[in-house]
């Protein structure tokens, strides 16, 4: 494979408009724009948790190109990353989407440069496609069908015996095969930086000293944790899990920005974050989703910048396999 570009965190915010507002006084601006603007503020659930309270709508990746899809409104306020907002845009061509930062990337996205998977597939003839949403559009446009972590097992199996390329996702691809019982799927390497930081020596600890409380994971995270994890599931489906399971204490290895969310869906439970390899990181944070903040989500409402335009030709061969998607998960 030729060589892929150096993954690491992303470059630093470009210096901001001193707004010299109060958070209170961002709140009510951005609710206001809201109206005026006859927008929608979809949110994943890796933003940080005053943003995702002011969202109109929360999810995984599944759930938030379903409310892109379906949104009425004028303008779509996208607090994500730029794969996501794309996805919206995609769906959307008539649509404004905007985002608070254009530079909020993904390493797993970041990883597939289009060109370089064309070249890649180009070994796989006969091959059906199957990308993970975290891929930019030109890779959406080489793709057959899109998946996210909620349905890829049930997409692959839908396929049934077809010879079958997976990516961008290598550890997401291992989790699909053994769930599809697809020994045979053919993955491309890439990772997701926050994911790949766990330690399964530090998860060991933290087990040992809290015996009841039960392990779940993003199948973003590599084999050393998912091994010891007695559910793993999207981002909407470790959520659901930890409000309706009997256990009262979770240790949670996915991006911590979950925990907001989680701990209002389980009030009382105690969550903990799974430990990176280097405890005086924050490298539980995905520094691309951390990049949106809310005076930048009030700058891109006010200024309806920066948007997130797709050149039409790639638009409509991305948009084939995200429709299959949507249809495939109803
Ligand atoms: P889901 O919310 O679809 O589980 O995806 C997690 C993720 O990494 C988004 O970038
Ligand atoms: Fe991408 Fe990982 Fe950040 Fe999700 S958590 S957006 S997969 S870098």
């Known amino acids: 494979m ?21 958070p209170q006084e961002l709140e009510d601006g ?35 190109s379903q409310a892109a899809a379906k949104t009425q409104a004028d303008v779509i306020v996208f607090c994500g990353v730029h794969f996501m907002a794309e996805t919206a845009k995609i769906l959307n061509p008539t649509k404004i989407v905007v985002v608070p930062d254009l530079e909020a990337g993904c390493s797993l996205a970041d990883g597939c440069p289009a060109p370089v998977f064309k070249k890649w597939l180009e070994q796989y003839p006969g091959h059906t496609v199957v990308s993970y949403i975290n891929c930019s559009a ?14 890829a097992v049930k997409i692959v199996k839908a396929l049934g015996d077809q010879k079958i390329v997976f990516a961008p996702d290598r550890h997401l691809g291992a989790f699909v095969a053994k769930q599809a019982n697809r020994p045979d799927l053919v993955f491309w390497q890439g ?26 994971a993003h199948p ?68 691309h989703m951390r990049r949106n903040t809310l005076e930048k989500l009030y700058l891109c409402m006010r200024d309806l910048s920066p948007q997130v335009d797709v050149p039409e030709a790639t638009r409509v061969r991305a948009l084939a396999p995200i429709q299959r998607m949507l249809e495939m998960s109803a």
């Open 191 to 216: 990772t997701c930086i926050v994911h790949e930081t766990f330690s399964e020596k530090r998860l060991l600890e933290l087990m040992a000293k809290n015996p009841d409380a039960e392990v779940i």
């Open 30 to 64: 951005i609710k206001r724009l809201k109206k005026e603007r006859n927008a929608v503020i979809l949110a994943h659930y890796y933003q940080e948790s005053e943003i995702q309270d002011l969202a109109d709508f929360v999810g995984d990746s599944l759930q938030l």
């Open 220 to 287: 973003e995270c590599h084999e050393g944790i998912l091994r010891h994890a007695n559910h793993i599931a999207s981002t909407s489906g470790l959520i659901d899990y930890a409000k309706k399971s009997p256990k009262q204490t979770f240790i949670v290895a996915t991006e911590a920005g979950i925990l907001h969310r989680m701990q209002q869906a389980a009030p009382g439970k105690t969550l903990i974050a799974a430990p990176p390899e280097d405890e005086t990181c924050a490298c539980n944070l995905c520094p």
């Open 138 to 151: 030109d890779v959406k446009a080489l793709s057959d069908v899109i998946c996210t972590s909620s349905n």
């Open 2 to 22: 030729d060589k892929l570009p150096v993954i690491g965190n992303p470059t630093p915010p470009a210096p901001q408009e001193d707004l010299g507002m109060t």
